[in-house]
């Protein structure tokens, strides 16, 4: 399999679960702003949307959006604890959480770095932003992962998607100092051995 990415991007949450699943991949830079892969080639080619992560199977079928690819690599590799099994309630629990980063969070810094975006909206999203991020350090009290206390006491890759939208917010001028839980579920995800891995790869280790 190959998965492109770009450093520290939304690409980063399947590059931690492929390492945690112990799948043999490729990982390929795709540059989302020259829209170039490293042998000059085109990566519009690969994703006309231009956008990471897109994960190619080894059929050559493509897989694009990231909660659709980790669940998809989580499920290549059961025995990983990395999601629940498909049609249970742990499953949809997972889902839950998935949709709410992706929805909630992820987009949510979209205006923070866009050039030109007005000082006004971008105060909005910060805001809105900041409760989210709040809400969840609610949730993480008392708990080591996401889906703890949720039927499924490991680390799943929610918790790999949680790290990585979570990393932005030094850069887009978000102080998440004040929520302990959520620092500590950080900081719980930078030290293992997966996450280090991935970070490595992309070159982003030590701002981790």
């Known amino acids: 399999m190959k998965l492109y990415y770009s450093p520290g991007a939304c690409s980063l949450s399947p590059h931690i679960v492929l390492h945690e ?20 080639s085109d990566f519009l080619a690969i994703n006309p949307r231009g956008q990471v992560p897109v994960l190619e199977l080894d059929d050559g079928q493509r897989l694009t959006e990231g909660p659709a690819i980790v669940q998809y ?10 999601a629940p099994a498909a049609g249970t309630l742990g499953r949809y629990r997972l889902m839950e959480w998935l949709n709410f980063i992706t929805t909630e969070l992820h987009k949510g810094f979209v205006p923070l770095f866009m050039p030109g975006w007005p000082d006004e909206a971008k105060a909005l999203s910060r805001s809105k932003l900041m409760e989210r991020f709040g809400w969840i350090d609610g949730e993480l009290a008392g708990r080591q992962w996401l889906m703890s206390g949720q039927g499924h006491d490991h680390f ?15 850069y887009a001028g978000l102080d998440t100092s004040g929520l302990p839980h959520l620092s500590a579920h950080s900081q719980r995800v930078a030290a293992r051995p997966a996450a280090q891995a991935a970070m490595r790869h992309e070159g982003i280790l030590k701002s981790a």
């Open 21 to 40: 699943a112990g799948l043999a991949h490729e990982a390929v830079l795709a540059s989302t702003r020259t829209k170039k892969l490293p042998d000059g």
């Open 73 to 82: 690599l989580a499920d290549l590799a059961p025995a990983s604890g990395l």
């Open 156 to 170: 799943t890759v929610a918790d790999a998607y949680l790290f990585t939208v979570n990393r932005w917010c030094p």
